[in-house]
């Protein structure tokens, strides 16, 4: 499933609605820098892969922008952890 993916800028997250229900991603900014901060994803959508898409588009924004991440939410560290294609962002 193809996700659409917004920065809610005024919620400092990343997040796509599926059948009713919002994913997330918070973030927040800093001078070059962007720190994500806790993935939310409803039971409902659970192991559809929501949470690795939006961890990709996450890491891809920040590559894209020049940002340096920092990690901070367990699950954006696994991912990275398991993608070190994203190392170079750290």
């Not at 892969?49 to 020049?66: D, I, K, P, S, T």
């Not at 991440?69 to 696994?78: G, L, M, S, T």
Request: proline share 4%; with cysteine.
């Amino acid at each position: 499933m193809e996700l659409t993916i917004r920065n809610n800028t005024a919620k400092h997250q990343f997040e796509t609605e599926v059948d009713g229900h919002t994913a997330m991603i918070a973030y927040s900014l800093s001078p070059g820098g962007i720190a994500f901060l806790h993935t939310e994803v409803s039971p409902e959508l659970e192991g559809k892969g929501v949470a690795g898409q939006l961890a990709q588009y996450v890491l891809n924004y920040a590559r894209e922008n020049h940002l340096k991440v920092k990690a901070y939410c367990p699950y954006v560290n696994a991912y990275m952890k398991r993608h070190p294609e994203y190392n170079d962002l750290l």
